[in-house]
């Protein structure tokens, strides 16, 4: 049985992991927080882009699609269908996307990307990526490694215990702020 830990020092810890995997979903809060100021041309880049995210829609798999692509200090944002079921509404270029559990998957392909470049290593512990930031009564950043991390095999808590996050079903559709 694990000891309890402070629920300070956990929710800490936690927040500091939990901003650290945000990394990962940059993107997803860069289009949710910083709406397109200006949109470029429409290169051969963005056409291909347009026309994926038209075949989204098309094929009936998704009632909507947008996406946000900031390159060389430029920013584009395309939209493809309808931002209602039912009728036809316009799709926000600044859109909000449900993140949820979606935000691991990104931050997983980020730290693999690192990986392939050699930047971070799967058995190294993440000790040494943060370093004294995952700690606690029977939490050791120094035995946990970047793949138990990847496979929540790492052992630690819930976060949703130590945050007020009890009942699920009530805060299901509550939009939270990214800081929160």
Partial sequence: MRPKTSTSKLRRCLLVIAAAGLVGSATTVAAVANPPEETPGRGSKDRALQKSLDALVSEDRFPAAFAWVRKDGRTSSPVSGS???GEQAPVPHDGYV???????????VVVLQLVAEGKVALDEPIETYLPGVVRGEGIDGRKITVRQ?????????NYTEHIGLENFAKIQHKFFQPHD
Avoid at 149 to 157: C, E, I, Y
Wanted: proline residues 4%.
């Fill in 98 to 108: 449900r993140a949820g559990s979606n935000t691991k998957t990104f931050t997983a």
């Fill in 83 to 85: 931002a209602r079921l």
């Fill in 149 to 157: 991390l990847l496979q929540h095999t790492s052992g630690l808590p």
